[in-house]
Each structure stands twice: as structure tokens, then as C-alpha cells.
């Protein structure tokens, strides 16, 4: 502060400070009412950083249109944007700062379940709206509030997912093999009850544990019911080794399994006449609707990649959407838990169906509507859960060949 | 009802799982015994020798041979690296300090590692043969090459153990430090020749895994707990006695598979080392220690 000039405008820069705070108070009361604020808590770092800052940047921009458009419910939205490096611990400490420091009043983008369940009782206590991509069954039953969106298929729906693959498939005895964890377990279970419920049988079960240097004993566990099927909730590297082992027991059964698991690194790592055949159970975007279109765009635009290669940044655009139209059914003014009840009646599967912000909120003049979606339909059901499609493909000559498409 | 096929299926399962083993276990017993302590590296040596082989087939389109020659150097030349950074400079330390020490290369050797190759799986390309079927009785070529090069590295590393001059001072440096370093044995040669031959034992190890199953930069680390019960079990640097516990334990792992099911035959083989130690805390071939 020796220098003259720079004291001139600090002077300046006081006086305008002054004259503002007098005028400003009634404005900026305005103002802070006229503001619905978000944050967007994405994985940037860490195991989910191959998906992570293309969904950041997808409610970026995404926030950006609907303010272009006007706001929505006569409020701008403003998104604070964070890290949750893949890991519940950071996630809660970043989910703190979005909850208590900038005060959101809804988190969108959660992605690793692990994530999603430790902030979800932050949210909750906070009456925050929470928007994730996770998978895993617990995060129904914990939405105890109401507060929680998931734009994920649960492992239940890939369950029947798998069921529909067999039956097209014409198996009938089947057997399944599980990945010690939640994901794993739960989605081969939610095969056996959906296989259950149609009036067939599951002829063998094994959970089987990550790391092994051989899975042969399992296998040869499985194959000793002699099923004309394996279901598989299952991860790549055992999903290798199990099949090579397989191979080479010559034994013959079919597979079905995740995309996950069943993906272009299997073919890579075994080889085409392994994996011939191979049946891989898949979610799906809304191919074909206007949404999924406009997304592509701007993914493209955003990160010079294909919408199609980021499921999950397609979903975080729905939420926004979502998020928009019902607070533009909640109306001018409305608090968290209004804006929170009228997410169902803007993509709960009922009303006229929408394709965009601007579509929906004309239609809400009439009614209800259904937004549908980038990722999928939506249509949450009760518990809060969307209801993505699947694609069930299958190995052929080392490329996975779309054979149909089944909603669940 | 479990058929006899379907045990001896079982078996040879346990067997090869165990042979697999057997090379970690000799590996960490042999150091145990010679430089005397649990070298908790051992494991990542055997994930940098496997590293070393998909590299050597990826970058310069190796044979699986020269391949596998380049992971045995590797695994030689950091097992040697190590000794005389750190392990040597410990030697005087208490054995405590080199057991720590040895975490800590442990977990520098997968960071290092895992920065350069990443997370994804590698794995070594072999050819896929079907199984030879006799009467149900399921024989991989793969298993068969994996414990036939097993028990040839075993059988090498007993013959340099009971047959060459280095390997009888080996013995003696194992046997009584103070007597042999009386009687002129240079602790200098024996302590190489011991490291070479831990290197080796894991970098045929990690090859053979690495054939096996699929290579992730915590294949060894994942190995280390096996590997030590097998020491453990055979009695604490007795080399015979480390192969045969990994044989055993593998075995009583994969025939308990038809009882309790793959979740829980990892706990059978430990109920089982801690019913042997309950009755013979020295393991089943360890000579009793004298009080001191």
C-alpha cells in the first residue's frame, strides 16, 4: 500500500463497497430467495474418476441451460461443485462443507454406492434432496425420508434382467455364481428370486472369494449339477480366470453376466473362442428419445466424447432436468420437501410425457407430466428407484452383438 | 453323495493351488532361517517378476520363455537391490526392524508398481489346451506345466541346498551362525547366494501365477498370508517342512470345498495350522528352540 494509484482505488473500491452495502440489503435478501442451490459431488479422483468429471461437467452445463431458459419455479439454480474421490470418507467431509458452509438443498451425482450410503444420512438430517447412480439394494431400504433418487438400475432389476436372458435363451437349468460382496450376492440373488417367480429352479449356488490364484473347485462345484447355464454376479479379473478355466476343463455350459464383467477387456484378455457366446446383461440409455440426443451434444460438446460412452453423465442430466421441473410444479417459493414431493409427479411414469425442461414446463400448466429421460424413462417407483432398460447382447466372433432389449 | 472322482478332482486342485504356494513358502522360509526374519516383500517380489514377464511378451513381443528368463532376472535383481539397500544395512539391527523394513519395500515396490502399470489386469499369454479327461478325472496341461515347474524349481533349489559347497554353509549359517562364522564360512557369499535363490523361488512364483490366474499389482501381497501359514506349519525355517505344509494345506483348502463350500475353505486350512500348532507349537518338522 505504498504506492499511490493503488491506494486511490482501494479508496475507490471501499467507497463502492460502502454505497453498495447500503443500497444492497432488500436486494440481495431477493436475490438469496430467487436462488436454488445444488451441489454437484462427483468422483473427479479415484476409482470412479473414468466417469466422475464428465458428470460434473454435465450438471455444469446442464444448470446452465435451465438458467438460460429462465430458472425454474422463478429461481435460478447455482451448483457448487466437489470431489468425492471415490471414498465415503471424503465424500461425507465434502458432502459437510456443500450441507453446512454453502447450504445446498439437493446433491447430485453420487456415484460408488459406498458413497451414496454415507452421505444419504447427512442429507437426510439435512432434508436435502440426494440424486445418485449406485446400484446396491441397501440404498432402498435406507431412503427412510424419501429424499433419495436413484437413476441406477438396482441389482434386483438386473436380477430379472438376467431372468429374461435365460429364458430367451432356453436354458432351464440354471446355476449362479457370486462375487463375495453386496453387489455380487444381491445380484445373482435377485436372478434366483425373479427365476423362482416364473416357475424355475436354480440347480446350483456358490459364492465364491475375490483373490484366489484358481477358481476350479467352485467351478467344478457348479458343474457338477450339470446346469446348461451360469449366471454370474461376477467382477472382470475372476470373470477371466473363471472362464479360462473353464475352457479348458471342456466342459459345456453357457454363460450370461454383467457388462461389467463380460466387456471388450474379457475378449482381450481370453481371446474370441473363449468368450463365444458369451450373454451379457446390460443397462441402457433411452435409445432413440430427444433427450438422449440433446445430451449427446453436449457431452460431446463438454468433453469431445460420445454421450454413449458415459451412461452415468446421461443420468446426472436427467437429474437436473428432474430437479428443474419439479421445482417448477413446487412453484415460486417453495421449500425443499415441496420441491422433494413433486419429483413423482414430474417422472413418476404418470402425466403427459416430455422430452425437455421447456416442454415440461409448458405441459405442467395442464397436469402432470413424465419426463423422459437421457438414461432412461424414469418412472420412479415408490421406493424412489428409476427404471432403467437393458440390453441383453451376446459374444460373437470377440464383439458383443446387441440381440434385444427388455424393460424390467 | 461326493463321488471319487469328484475328490480326486478336488485334489489335484489342492495340489497344484499348493505347489503354487510351496515357492513363496520356501522363499520366506529360507530367509527366515539364514537371515532371520519374516520378509514381508516376499509376495511383491512375485508380483514384480510376473509384471516383468507380460512386459517383456507386450513390449518386445518375447517367447514365453524369454519371458519367463526375464522375470527370473527381475526377480533376482530386486531381491538382490533390496538386500544390499536395505536389508543388509539392518542386518546388525534387531530382526523386528528388518521384518518392518521389509513392509515398507513392500509397499514402495506395488506403488512404484502400480504408477507405471495401473490398475487394470495383465495377463500372460499362454495357449489354451483342453483338459486330458481320464474316466472324469479332469488334468489341465496348464496345472500339469504349473507343478511340474514347481517341483522342478523345488527339487533345484534342495539339490543347491544338499549338494553344492555354498549350499552346505547355507545350512550352516541357518544351523549356527556364531559356530559357522568360527569356522570360516563368509557371511557375505552366503547372504547373495540366499537372496539370488529367494528371488528366483518368487519370480518362478509370480510366472507361474501369472500363467495361472490373472496379474494385479496385489497378487503377492494377497499370497504373503498363505505363504506364511505354510512356514509356520512346516516349522519356521525348514525348507521340506514349508513345501509339504503348502501341499497340505492346499489339499485340506480344496477337500473341504465339498463340505463347507468355497467361502469358507480359506478358514479350514487355518482351523487346520491351528489345531497342528495347538498340538505341536514348533510346526510339524521344527526343531525345538532351547531357552536361552
Same mark, same amino acid.
Given at each position: 500500500?505504498?504506492?499511490?494509484?493503488?491506494?486511490?482505488?482501494?479508496?475507490?473500491?471501499?467507497? $463502492?463497497?460502502?454505497?453498495?452495502?447500503?443500497?444492497?440489503?432488500?436486494?440481495?435478501?431477493?436475490? #438469496?430467495? /430467487?436462488?436454488?442451490?445444488?451441489?454437484?459431488?462427483?468422483?473427479?479422483?479415484?476409482?470412479?474418476?473414468?466417469?466422475?468429471?464428465?458428470?460434473?461437467?454435465?450438471?455444469?452445463?446442464? =444448470?446452465?441451460?435451465?438458467?438460460?431458459?429462465? *430458472?425454474?419455479?422463478?429461481?435460478?439454480? #447455482?451448483?457448487?461443485?466437489?470431489?468425492?474421490?471415490?471414498?465415503?470418507?471424503?465424500?461425507?467431509? $465434502?458432502?459437510?462443507?456443500?450441507?453446512?458452509?454453502?447450504?445446498?438443498?439437493?446433491?447430485?451425482?453420487?456415484?460408488?454406492?459406498?458413497?451414496?450410503?454415507? =452421505?444419504? &444420512?447427512?442429507?437426510?438430517?439435512?432434508?436435502?434432496?440426494?440424486?445418485?447412480?449406485?446400484?446396491?439394494?441397501?440404498?432402498?431400504?435406507?431412503?427412510?425420508?424419501?429424499?433419495?433418487?436413484?437413476?441406477?438400475?438396482?441389482?434386483?432389476?438386473?436380477?430379472?434382467?438376467?431372468?429374461?436372458?435365460?429364458?430367451? *435363451?432356453?436354458?432351464?437349468?440354471?446355476?449362479?455364481?457370486?462375487?463375495?460382496?453386496?453387489?455380487?450376492?444381491?445380484?445373482?440373488?435377485?436372478?434366483?428370486?425373479?427365476?423362482?417367480?416364473?416357475?424355475?429352479?436354480?440347480?446350483?449356488?456358490?459364492?465364491?472369494?475375490?483373490?484366489?490364484?484358481?477358481?476350479?473347485?467352485?467351478? #467344478?462345484?457348479?458343474?457338477?449339477?450339470?446346469?446348461?447355464?451360469?449366471?454370474?454376479?461376477?467382477?472382470? &479379473?475372476?470373470?477371466?480366470?473363471?472362464?479360462?478355466?473353464?475352457?479348458?476343463?471342456?466342459?459345456?455350459?453357457?454363460?450370461?453376466?454383467?457388462?461389467?464383467?463380460?466387456?471388450?477387456?474379457?475378449?482381450?484378455?481370453? *481371446?474370441?473362442?473363449?468368450?463365444?457366446?458369451?450373454?451379457? =446383461?446390460?443397462?441402457?440409455?433411452?435409445?432413440?428419445?430427444?433427450?438422449?440426443?440433446?445430451? /449427446?451434444?453436449?457431452?460431446? $460438446?463438454?468433453?469431445?466424447? /460420445?454421450?454413449?460412452?458415459?451412461?452415468?453423465?446421461?443420468?446426472?442430466?436427467?437429474?437436473?432436468?428432474?430437479?428443474?421441473?419439479?421445482?417448477?410444479?413446487?412453484?415460486?417459493?417453495?421449500?425443499?420437501?415441496?420441491?422433494?414431493?413433486?419429483?413423482?409427479?414430474?417422472?413418476?411414469?404418470?402425466?403427459?410425457?416430455?422430452?425437455?425442461?421447456? $416442454?415440461?414446463?409448458?405441459?405442467?400448466?395442464?397436469?402432470?407430466?413424465?419426463?423422459?429421460?437421457?438414461?432412461?424413462?424414469?418412472?420412479?417407483?415408490?421406493?424412489? /428407484?428409476?427404471?432403467?432398460?437393458?440390453?441383453?447382447?451376446?459374444?460373437?466372433?470377440?464383439?458383443?452383438?446387441?440381440?434385444?432389449? =427388455?424393460?424390467? | @453323495?461326493?463321488?471319487?472322482?469328484?475328490?480326486?478332482?478336488?485334489?489335484?486342485?489342492?495340489?497344484?493351488?499348493?505347489?503354487?504356494?510351496?515357492?513363496?513358502?520356501?522363499?520366506?522360509?529360507?530367509?527366515?532361517?539364514?537371515?532371520?526374519?519374516?520378509?514381508? +516383500?516376499?509376495?511383491?517380489? @512375485?508380483?514384480?517378476?510376473?509384471?516383468?514377464?507380460?512386459?517383456?511378451?507386450?513390449?518386445?513381443?518375447?517367447?514365453?520363455?524369454?519371458?519367463?528368463?526375464?522375470?527370473?532376472?527381475?526377480?533376482?535383481?530386486? +531381491?538382490?537391490?533390496?538386500?544390499?539397500?536395505?536389508?543388509?544395512?539392518?542386518?546388525?539391527?534387531?530382526?523386528?526392524?528388518?521384518?518392518?523394513?521389509?513392509?515398507?519395500?513392500?509397499?514402495?515396490?506395488?506403488?512404484?508398481?502400480?504408477?507405471?502399470?495401473?490398475?487394470?489386469?495383465?495377463?500372460?499369454?499362454?495357449?489354451?489346451?483342453?483338459?486330458?479327461?481320464?474316466?472324469?478325472?479332469?488334468?489341465?496341461?496348464?496345472?500339469?506345466?504349473?507343478?511340474?515347474?514347481?517341483?522342478?524349481?523345488?527339487? +533345484?533349489?534342495?539339490?543347491?541346498?544338499?549338494?553344492?559347497?555354498?549350499?552346505?554353509?547355507?545350512?550352516?549359517?541357518?544351523?549356527?551362525?556364531?559356530?559357522?562364522?568360527?569356522?570360516?564360512?563368509?557371511?557375505?557369499?552366503? @547372504?547373495?547366494?540366499?537372496?539370488?535363490?529367494?528371488?528366483?523361488?518368487?519370480?518362478?512364483?509370480?510366472?507361474?501365477?501369472?500363467?495361472?490366474?490373472?496379474?494385479?499389482?496385489?497378487?503377492?501381497?494377497?499370497?504373503?498370508?498363505?505363504?506364511?501359514?505354510?512356514?509356520?506349519?512346516?516349522?519356521?525355517?525348514?525348507?521340506?517342512?514349508?513345501?509339504?505344509?503348502?501341499?497340505?494345506?492346499?489339499?485340506?483348502?480344496?477337500?473341504?470345498?465339498?463340505?463347507?463350500?468355497?467361502?469358507?475353505?480359506?478358514?479350514?486350512?487355518?482351523?487346520?495350522?491351528?489345531?497342528?500348532?495347538?498340538?505341536?507349537?514348533?510346526?510339524?518338522?521344527?526343531?525345538?528352540?532351547?531357552?536361552?
Amino acid at each position: 500500500m505504498t504506492r499511490i494509484d493503488e491506494t486511490r482505488r482501494s479508496v475507490c473500491l471501499a467507497g $463502492a463497497a460502502l454505497l453498495g452495502s447500503a443500497l444492497a440489503p432488500a436486494a440481495a435478501r431477493a436475490a #438469496q430467495q /430467487d436462488v436454488f442451490r445444488i451441489g454437484a459431488l462427483n468422483s473427479i479422483t479415484g476409482s470412479g474418476a473414468s466417469y466422475g468429471p464428465g458428470m460434473q461437467k454435465t450438471i455444469l452445463r446442464a =444448470v446452465s441451460e435451465i438458467n438460460a431458459a429462465g *430458472g425454474a419455479g422463478g429461481r435460478r439454480l #447455482q451448483v457448487y461443485a466437489e470431489d468425492d474421490q471415490t471414498k465415503p470418507e471424503a465424500a461425507v467431509l $465434502a458432502a459437510k462443507k456443500l450441507l453446512d458452509v454453502n447450504r445446498v438443498q439437493a446433491i447430485l451425482g453420487t456415484f460408488s454406492s459406498g458413497v451414496t450410503l454415507a =452421505v444419504m &444420512p447427512l442429507t437426510n438430517a439435512a432434508g436435502a434432496i440426494l440424486m445418485n447412480t449406485s446400484g446396491a439394494p441397501a440404498i432402498t431400504t435406507q431412503n427412510v425420508a424419501g429424499l433419495s433418487w436413484r437413476f441406477e438400475a438396482t441389482n434386483d432389476r438386473y436380477g430379472r434382467a438376467f431372468a429374461q436372458a435365460v429364458a430367451q *435363451g432356453g436354458f432351464q437349468r440354471p446355476a449362479i455364481m457370486a462375487f463375495n460382496n453386496a453387489s455380487g450376492i444381491s445380484n445373482t440373488q435377485g436372478f434366483k428370486t425373479a427365476w423362482e417367480a416364473r416357475g424355475g429352479k436354480v440347480v446350483a449356488s456358490v459364492v465364491y472369494e475375490p483373490n484366489r490364484p484358481s477358481y476350479r473347485s467352485e467351478l #467344478q462345484q457348479i458343474l457338477d449339477a450339470k446346469p446348461d447355464v451360469v449366471v454370474m454376479g461376477s467382477y472382470l &479379473p475372476d470373470t477371466t480366470l473363471i472362464l479360462r478355466e473353464w475352457y479348458q476343463s471342456g466342459q459345456d455350459v453357457k454363460w450370461v453376466m454383467p457388462g461389467w464383467a463380460g466387456n471388450a477387456d474379457l475378449v482381450k484378455a481370453l *481371446g474370441a473362442e473363449v468368450c463365444e457366446g458369451v450373454r451379457v =446383461v446390460q443397462t441402457i440409455a433411452n435409445e432413440g428419445s430427444p433427450a438422449l440426443a440433446h445430451f /449427446d451434444e453436449i457431452y460431446k $460438446a463438454e468433453t469431445g466424447k /460420445d454421450g454413449s460412452t458415459s451412461i452415468y453423465a446421461a443420468m446426472c442430466y436427467d437429474m437436473v432436468v428432474t430437479l428443474a421441473l419439479a421445482m417448477e410444479a413446487a412453484g415460486p417459493g417453495a421449500t425443499t420437501a415441496q420441491v422433494n414431493a413433486c419429483i413423482p409427479k414430474v417422472a413418476g411414469g404418470q402425466g403427459k410425457p416430455v422430452d425437455s425442461f421447456e $416442454a415440461g414446463r409448458e405441459a405442467l400448466k395442464q397436469g402432470p407430466v413424465s419426463y423422459q429421460g437421457a438414461s432412461s424413462r424414469l418412472n420412479f417407483d415408490a421406493s424412489g /428407484d428409476a427404471s432403467p432398460d437393458f440390453s441383453i447382447s451376446m459374444i460373437r466372433g470377440g464383439e458383443i452383438v446387441r440381440q434385444g432389449r =427388455v424393460s424390467v | @453323495m461326493i463321488s471319487a472322482i469328484s475328490l480326486a478332482n478336488y485334489a489335484v486342485n489342492g495340489l497344484v493351488e499348493g505347489l503354487l504356494i510351496a515357492l513363496p513358502a520356501l522363499s520366506l522360509t529360507l530367509v527366515m532361517g539364514i537371515a532371520g526374519f519374516a520378509n514381508a +516383500a516376499t509376495g511383491d517380489y @512375485m508380483t514384480v517378476s510376473a509384471y516383468a514377464a507380460v512386459t517383456m511378451q507386450k513390449a518386445l513381443a518375447a517367447s514365453l520363455l524369454l519371458a519367463a528368463a526375464g522375470a527370473l532376472a527381475a526377480g533376482v535383481a530386486l +531381491a538382490l537391490l533390496c538386500h544390499w539397500l536395505v536389508f543388509r544395512p539392518l542386518a546388525r539391527r534387531p530382526a523386528v526392524t528388518s521384518l518392518v523394513a521389509s513392509i515398507g519395500v513392500a509397499l514402495l515396490v506395488r506403488s512404484v508398481l502400480t504408477f507405471f502399470a495401473g490398475h487394470d489386469q495383465q495377463s500372460i499369454q499362454t495357449p489354451l489346451m483342453r483338459a486330458w479327461n481320464f474316466g472324469g478325472l479332469r488334468l489341465l496341461p496348464t496345472d500339469l506345466a504349473v507343478a511340474g515347474v514347481a517341483v522342478g524349481a523345488l527339487l +533345484a533349489v534342495f539339490a543347491l541346498l544338499h549338494g553344492t559347497p555354498i549350499g552346505r554353509q547355507m545350512r550352516a549359517v541357518a544351523d549356527n551362525p556364531d559356530l559357522a562364522r568360527a569356522s570360516g564360512i563368509r557371511a557375505r557369499r552366503v @547372504m547373495l547366494a540366499l537372496w539370488a535363490m529367494a528371488g528366483a523361488l518368487c519370480a518362478t512364483g509370480g510366472v507361474l501365477y501369472g500363467v495361472k490366474a490373472v496379474i494385479m499389482p496385489d497378487l503377492g501381497w494377497e499370497l504373503l498370508i498363505a505363504a506364511f501359514a505354510a512356514m509356520v506349519l512346516g516349522g519356521i525355517g525348514n525348507p521340506g517342512g514349508a513345501v509339504l505344509a503348502s501341499v497340505l494345506l492346499g489339499l485340506a483348502q480344496e477337500l473341504s470345498v465339498p463340505l463347507v463350500g468355497p467361502s469358507y475353505k480359506i478358514a479350514v486350512a487355518f482351523a487346520a495350522l491351528l489345531l497342528v500348532l495347538l498340538a505341536r507349537p514348533r510346526g510339524l518338522f521344527g526343531t525345538a528352540l532351547a531357552a536361552r
